[in-house]
């Protein structure tokens, strides 16, 4: 059983950086396609970046430009680097993760199999 562990999370405001991690309990980022999502209150969960077994990132256009997510295989670690954050990219962040398959893109919540407990951000 997989489990993930986000974390990085706070208040920070507009035009300020975050780093979001999500730590995995078995070397599943190799095979993997792992992806950040968020839900805002009162909206439905949304995928924001992916990113491939083969390191191969796709973003949502409302973040492209502003966030980059990489991962460290050997550490078992994925990450959201957010930069020029908005308001409106207040949310609970959540990591997620479904082994042996492609992104394709950046997946929908459906796709994936895994969740980790979620990190909450609020800019202001």
């Known amino acids: 059983h997989v489990q993930l562990v986000e974390s990085g999370g706070g208040s920070v405001q507009a035009g300020g950086s975050l780093r979001l991690s999500c730590g995995a309990s078995?070397?599943?980022?190799?095979?993997?396609?792992v992806g950040w999502l968020r839900q805002a209150p009162g909206k439905e969960r949304e995928g924001v970046a992916a990113i491939d077994s083969d390191g191969i990132a796709s973003y949502a256009d409302s973040v492209k430009g502003r966030f980059t997510t990489s991962k460290d295989n050997a550490k078992n670690i994925l990450y959201l680097q957010m930069n020029s954050l908005k308001p409106e990219d207040t949310a609970m962040y959540y990591c997620?993760?479904?082994?042996?398959?492609?992104?394709?893109?950046?997946?929908?919540?459906?796709?994936?199999?895994?969740w980790g407990q979620g990190t909450q951000v609020t800019v202001s």
């Open positions: 078995g070397s599943i980022y190799g095979d993997a396609c």
């Open positions: 997620a993760a479904h082994r042996f398959r492609p992104c394709l893109g950046v997946p929908t919540p459906s796709d994936y199999n895994y």
